[in-house]
């Protein structure tokens, strides 16, 4: 990011011109317990050039990326092989430089991308409809429950207990500003925990997650049927996409709608972010859906070509109609996606997430057998939860000291209580040399 430094003049010349006093104005909502008055502990007020990179420098060199250690990280965010042709591609640009499709027709090849990016979610999620990505998984699932509350008319949702904690925390934010309730099952490490108990008139859905937070595997067909029975929508969420090449998807278990994080296609890490949002539902709910939808048509001498068929945000329709005020998609993020995906084809999204499974269970195999080690999943795709002797925080930071990044603990999650519990992931990066260095260093480190 550029350093764009202002004189003292400029400052206040911007001042004068918003017609407040003082920069401290501008911040008076913010108590003054939570602002800092003083300098940065550690940063000085003034260096040159040389000084702030290497200094800067130094403070990223106290992290261990991911990619230079053996990584067994997940929680929501996953490291996999991404061929270098993705990059490549996504670099070209007419889809680097291209920004929302604001005079839609003549960005023929955006609106292309988005249609094929569309179709392959639909696939993989086993839905009717697709729009054209969303920012995350977690504001899709935000966003799945506000759609479920136009539709029913109803505004409580109930959240599962293995929903994972960020999309749970994003959703019960908008409910506080947007005026529904939500209702958040505990945490459910072993699996069970009766949604339906909590399901009543006013209930517009059930979120649920597969696999959940803690990797467990779940069959939501009877849990769709009995929603549908009380009139509310199934809303399922995935956070590990590769997991639709081997599981049943949401579609075929009675979902209506489905939030999705697709970071694990094409896209990196990149600390947290950007990702990019999935969303699909039935057909019969699309017009409440947020967002933009392409579709394909022809033109008046019988050429193929795309069109954005319904955009029900505020900028196309009257505001009061608009289902959401979610403005942009994370277009690139989506492009990688796409262009990761249609390179594995089928098979060879089908090989990956075998792949995946299998090294999981591997690894399953492997920490079961060091001393004091309990796996916690009946089932699990590339994700599980081990339950340790001790805490799982200071496993997890002994592990560091050895050159492991051995997983995320669930306290670290969901706060106290599930000190000892710690949720591992494997992707393909995963070798077995990997694998035996996280069993020995587990070992001991207990």
Known sequence: MRYLPLTEADRRSMLEAIGVPSVDELFRDVPEAAR??????????????????????AMAGKNLPAGSVPSFLGAGAYRHHIPATVDHLVQRGEFLTAYTPYQP??????LQVLFEFQTQVSLLTGMDVANASMYDGATACAEAVMMANRVTRRKKAVLSGGLHPHYRDTTTTDARFIGFE??????????????????????????????????????????????????????????????LGLLTPPGAMGADIVAAEGQSLGNALNFGGPYVGLFAVKEKL??????????????????????LTLSTREQHIRREKATSNICTNSGLCALAFSIHLSLLGEEGFTRLAEINHGKAVQLADKLAAVPGVEIVNGSFFNEFTVKLPKSAAEVVEALA???ILGGVPASRLFGGGLDDLLIVATTETNTESDMDAFATALAEVL
């Open 286 to 307: 699309v017009r409440q859906m947020p967002g933009r939808l392409c579709g394909q048509t022809v033109d008046a001498d019988g050429r193929r070509g795309f069109v």
């Open 401 to 403: 000291q050895r050159g």
């Open 36 to 57: 800092l008055s003083g300098p940065i502990e550690g940063l000085s007020n003034h260096m040159g050039e040389l000084e702030v990179d290497r200094a800067l420098s």
């Open 105 to 110: 027709e003549v960005s023929q090849g955006t």
């Open 182 to 243: 939500t209702v958040v099952m505990p945490p459910a490490p072993t699996g069970g925990e009766d949604l339906l108990a909590a399901v009543d008139g006013d209930t517009s859905c059930v979120v649920v997650q597969n696999p959940d937070v803690f990797g467990h595997v779940r069959d939501y067909t009877e849990l769709g049927k009995a929603c549908q029975a009380k009139g509310a929508l199934l809303i399922v969420v995935v956070t590990e996409a590769v997991s």
